[in-house]
């Protein structure tokens, strides 16, 4: 069984870089039938896609956020990683990663809350 | 980057049935059949329900169905039962490259 987890360090001060890394088990990171992505969940807000991933490094991006996103992939670890820059309290949020295929995202990590506060 | 419209709640009565809503335009929804729909309960993840406009993962009941008219998506559920009580959202590919999701709607089971 597929399984993510987020990992993350809970507290980001503004203006600083919020770094988030998904371990993926169950299943290689390098299937060639999937993208890995990163979607957010403000508190008592709706879904927001941030940016995806392909095992090879190809990449696509939420241009609302303005080129402060920055996605790749490590194989040999089956992981991949997000970078947010430049935060500010706006960006406090449950952070979501998940699996998709043809834009359908059917596995999904628990979640990681990320608080940016200074 | 402005999401999809979906009503804020709905509601209805044990066994009953509903429609959730999604309006997009000819970029997203209209164009493309990579329209999903996804339940989440409170402090969990969201769970696919729907993908590629009407089709059912494995293990999800037939109780839910999804559809689509020009760029409205919609999604159903038959025989309401306590446990549909959460917030669903609708997702779909936008050109180019891009997804973009609802703004959720929350439904209560009377």
């Known amino acids: 069984q597929l399984q993510l987890q987020e990992s993350g360090p809970g507290l980001v001060k503004p203006p600083e870089t919020l770094s988030l890394t998904c371990t993926v088990s169950?299943?290689?990171?390098?299937?060639?039938?999937?993208?890995w992505g990163w979607i957010r969940q403000p508190p008592g807000k709706g879904l927001e896609w941030i940016a995806s991933?392909?095992?090879?490094?190809?990449?696509f991006n939420n241009p609302s956020l303005k080129g402060r996103v920055t996605i790749s992939v490590d194989t040999s670890k089956n992981q991949f990683s997000l970078k947010l820059s430049s935060v500010t309290a706006a960006d406090t949020a449950v952070y979501y990663c998940?699996?998709?295929?043809?834009?359908?995202?059917?596995?999904w990590g628990q979640g990681t809350l990320i608080t940016v506060s200074s | 980057q402005s999401a999809l419209t979906q009503p804020a709640s709905v509601s209805g009565s044990p066994g009953q049935s509903i429609t959730i809503s999604c309006t997009g335009t000819?970029?997203?929804?209209?164009?493309?059949?990579?329209v999903s729909w996804y339940q989440q309960h409170p402090g969990k993840a969201p769970k696919l329900m729907i993908y590629?406009?009407?089709n059912r993962p494995s293990g999800i009941s037939n109780r839910f169905s999804g559809s689509k008219s020009g760029n409205t998506a919609s999604l159903t559920i038959s025989g309401l039962q306590a446990e549909d009580e959460a917030d669903y959202y609708c997702?779909?590919?936008?050109?180019?490259?891009?997804?973009?999701f609802g703004g959720g709607t929350k439904l209560t089971v009377l």
């Open positions: 169950g299943g290689s990171i390098s299937s060639r039938s999937y993208y």
């Open positions: 997702s779909s590919y936008r050109s180019t490259n891009t997804q973009v």
């Open positions: 991933i392909y095992y090879s490094g190809n990449t």
């Open positions: 998940a699996r998709h295929g043809k834009w359908t995202f059917d596995y």
């Open positions: 590629e406009v009407s």
């Open positions: 000819s970029s997203d929804v209209g164009d493309y059949n990579y």
